[in-house]
T-cell receptor, first 113, second 115 residues
Framework: ETGVTQSPTHLIKTRGQQVTLRCSSQ?????VSWYQQALGQGPQFIFQ???????GRGNFPPRFSGLQFPNYSSELNVNALELDDSALYLC????????????FGPGTRLTVL | AQTVTQSQPEMSVQEAETVTLSCTYD???????LFWYKQPPSRQMILVIR??????QNATENRFSVNFQKAAKSFSLKISDSQLGDTAMYFC????????????FGQGTRLTINP
């Protein structure tokens, strides 16, 4: 059984640019959640996707957007990057929206200069 | 809104000792889940233990156990016979029983196990 994978591992962008991060959910999982983890902090919920629809959103501006594909993989897009967007972005999948455990990927480290 | 507080930014113990990590939370929900996650230097978040709020019995997983005090909104993690591989950041997290499956995390405790 393949776990959650994320790409790329690391990414460096400059302020104002746009970035796309990718996540492949664990086999059999149809729900994907994204979290932002700033240095020295706990992760913060960005949004969740279930069967290609957004199924909940945290306190993040609209320049943070996402997609989920028919194979349940997902993308996180961030437009107009700001310095404060520098963080570890974690993707987590689960078999269903109400399942009480999330399985995390290794994350993408984004640095905005 | 729910909040989770971990008041110990760092802890350090000797191998084989027992250590307890503290967590308090605030919620008006009656049914919910509480978790302890471990994040080693590899960055991957790993579930250590889970507690369902409606269960009075404290959860245990091998060397890991919790002390869940619902009225006090307290959820501490005890690690017995600590091992070098337990060195990691530990996060306490809350999830409502219904609605979007959103984890609310505390700020974490950095635990170091010394040989």
């Amino acid at each position: 059984e393949t776990g959650v994978t994320q790409s790329p591992t690391h990414l460096i962008k400059t302020r104002g640019q746009q970035v796309t991060l990718r996540c492949s959910s664990q086999s059999g999982h149809n729900t994907v959640s994204w979290y932002q983890q700033a240095l020295g902090q706990g992760p913060q919920f960005i949004f969740q996707y279930y069967r290609e629809e957004e199924n909940g959103r945290g306190n993040f501006p609209p320049r943070f957007s996402g997609l989920q594909f028919p194979n349940y993989s997902s993308e996180l897009n961030v437009n107009a990057l700001e310095l404060d967007d520098s963080a570890l972005y974690l993707c987590a999948s689960s078999p269903a929206p109400m399942y009480n455990e999330q399985f995390f990927g290794p994350g993408t480290r984004l640095t905005v200069l | 809104a729910q909040t989770v507080t971990q008041s110990q930014p760092e802890m350090s113990v000797q191998e084989a000792e027992t250590v307890t990590l503290s967590c308090t939370y605030d919620t008006s929900e009656n049914n919910y889940y509480l978790f302890w996650y471990k994040q080693p230097p590899s960055r991957q978040m790993i579930l250590v233990i889970r507690q369902e709020a409606y269960k009075q019995q404290n959860a245990t997983e091998n060397r890991f156990s919790v002390n869940f005090q619902k009225a006090a909104k307290s959820f501490s993690l005890k690690i017995s016979d600590s091992q070098l591989g337990d060195t990691a950041m530990y996060f306490c997290a809350f999830m409502k029983h219904q609605g979007a499956q959103k984890l609310v995390f505390g700020q974490g405790t950095r635990l170091t196990i010394n040989p």
